[in-house]
Each structure stands twice: as structure tokens, then as C-alpha cells.
């Protein structure tokens, strides 16, 4: 059982920065790659970004790309989301989630294991 535990959220105001961080514990973390999504009031859950199991490959959303930066440490067995020139629209519980094997990076479906989320508030 894989349990994941997102910290670094907070309020900000527009064009600021946070680092959000995700640590596992329970199995190993970086078997399948593990990405980060987010879901704002009254909207459905979208993908933000992931990284596979080495970290040689990233993927974002077109939302999210150029500002935000996924990256980890498997020494520390957490991933990271350095999120930059942040937006009103960016505000949203962010999620960090464990990649089944085989699954979809960009769909929440391709995901086996989710965190409890860390509310991102960014203020115009």
C-alpha cells in the first residue's frame, strides 16, 4: 500500500512561486512514475504534470508548461512541483498520485494511489 502526503501549499500572490512537495511511503514510490493534478471549486480534476519512474522524462499540461517545473529525489523517495509565475487561475487543491503500471500519465484513471491534496490559493 503506497500512502503519499502532499505538503507546500499556501497562499501567494500572482506571479509568485511555491514548491509543492510530495513524499511516499509504504512501497516503492518510483515504480511507475507519479504525477500531480488538481481540482478547483465547482470544476473537475485535471492534470497538472508527471514524471516517469527515472526522471528522464516529464510531461505537462499546456496550462502548465514553462512555469511549472516536476522533478525528484528518489534518495528522499518525494517528487517535487516548482510552480512559477503563478496565476488566480492556478488556484486549486493540488494532488500528487502513484502511476499504475501501464497507465495513462495525462488521465487521472492511470493512477492507483492519491494523496489528500494541499490547497494552492493565489491571489490577484
Known amino acids: 500500500q503506497v500512502q503519499l502526503a502532499e505538503s507546500g501549499g499556501g497562499l501567494v500572490q500572482a506571479g509568485g512561486s511555491l514548491r509543492l512537495s510530495c513524499a511516499a511511503s509504504?512501497?516503492?514510490?518510483?515504480?511507475?512514475?507519479t504525477g500531480w493534478f488538481r481540482q478547483a471549486p465547482g470544476k473537475e480534476r485535471e492534470f497538472v504534470a508527471a514524471i516517469n519512474r527515472s526522471g528522464g522524462s516529464t510531461f505537462y499540461a499546456d496550462s502548465t508548461k514553462g512555469r511549472f517545473t516536476v522533478s525528484r529525489d528518489s534518495a528522499k523517495n518525494t517528487v517535487y512541483l516548482q510552480m512559477n509565475s503563478l496565476k488566480p487561475e492556478d488556484t486549486a487543491v493540488y494532488y500528487c498520485?502513484?502511476?499504475?503500471?501501464?497507465?495513462?500519465?495525462?488521465?487521472?484513471?492511470?493512477?492507483?494511489?492519491w494523496g489528500q491534496g494541499t490547497q494552492v490559493t493565489v491571489s490577484s
Open positions: 498520485a502513484a502511476r499504475r503500471a501501464g497507465g495513462n500519465y495525462y488521465q487521472s484513471e492511470g493512477y492507483a494511489y
Open positions: 509504504g512501497t516503492t514510490f518510483s515504480s511507475a512514475g
